[in-house]
């Protein structure tokens, strides 16, 4: 409990987390709301979509469908990759200042302090999830205001699982920056290496996966398609959005997301213990 509340109260004061918040509620509101809407209801003329196709962004926009808008282009798009951001840094950064060292020289035990470390992370992620789902609901709340729209939200019950959701998303690609910052020791590598895997071969495989039966199979085993499928639980996507043609069961997709978070963080506790710090 005691390496719990230190490594929480270090994440608190470290102003790096506090940005990666800021930034992850701003790129929803720009990237989610406000150049959707400007696209559908300012566009000129000729790139102007469909009168049918541009109802269907209105609709998308709105309370009703947040949890969708959200968890696609927040959780699953730019909160991935800032989650994995945050696993380096929890991690590497203290490799880079010695800190472990120091901490381990107080006696709380490799186990503890690195435990403490993955439950603290886990708050903060925590905090990252009710932020986006409240930017996203006041985004989705003004867009109402502006339509002259009625403002018509989700159930408790779905909001809660949204949040369940979108905390194990952000916490299944955290614990993959955290596995990398331990393996290399360090923040440069495993960030460089992590946002080359997620940006770059998981895209990859997702997009060749149509034209491949065996790309396909391998697609649906990573983490991004089986997010892309727990997002998909909540609502359909507008014409025109990355999305899974066919998704597969959330509970499925849930199971998956779950095995690769223990899995990391297993991983990178193991090899924690067993190696010397440099």
Avoid: H
């Amino acid at each position: 409990m005691g390496s719990f509340a230190a490594e929480l109260l270090k994440l608190r004061k470290r102003p790096a987390t506090w940005v990666m918040v800021a930034v992850s509620v701003v790129a929803l509101a720009l990237f989610g709301y406000v150049f959707t809407y400007i696209f559908v209801v300012g566009a000129p003329e000729d790139v102007a979509p469909a009168p049918e196709a541009a109802e269907i962004f209105r609709e998308y926009l709105l309370p009703e469908n947040f949890l969708i808008n959200v968890l696609s282009n927040g959780f699953v798009g730019f909160g991935s990759a800032l989650a994995l951001v945050l696993g380096a840094l929890a991690i590497g950064s203290e490799y880079g200042w010695e800190t472990f060292r120091s901490a381990l020289i107080q006696k709380p035990g490799r186990t503890a302090l690195f435990t403490g470390k993955l439950l603290a992370v886990a708050a903060v992620l925590l905090v990252f999830t009710l932020a986006m789902l409240a930017a996203g609901a006041l985004s989705s709340y003004v867009v109402a205001l502006l339509e002259g729209a009625s403002a018509s939200w989700p159930p408790a019950g779905e909001i809660l699982r949204a949040a369940g959701a979108g905390w194990l998303v952000l916490a299944t690609f955290c614990s993959l920056g955290i596995l990398l910052a331990t393996l290399f020791r360090g923040t440069a590598l495993a960030i460089g290496l992590g946002l080359v895997y997620l940006l770059v071969l998981e895209n990859l495989f997702l997009g060749l996966a149509p034209q491949n039966e065996f790309v396909e199979s391998i697609g649906q085993a990573l983490p991004t398609r089986n997010a892309l499928d727990l997002a998909a639980s909540f609502g359909e996507l507008p014409p025109g959005f990355a999305g899974p043609e066919e998704a597969a069961e959330p509970a499925r997709a849930a199971l998956v997301l779950g095995a690769y978070l223990a899995g990391f963080a297993l991983l990178s506790l193991l090899l924690f213990r067993r190696r010397d710090l440099p």
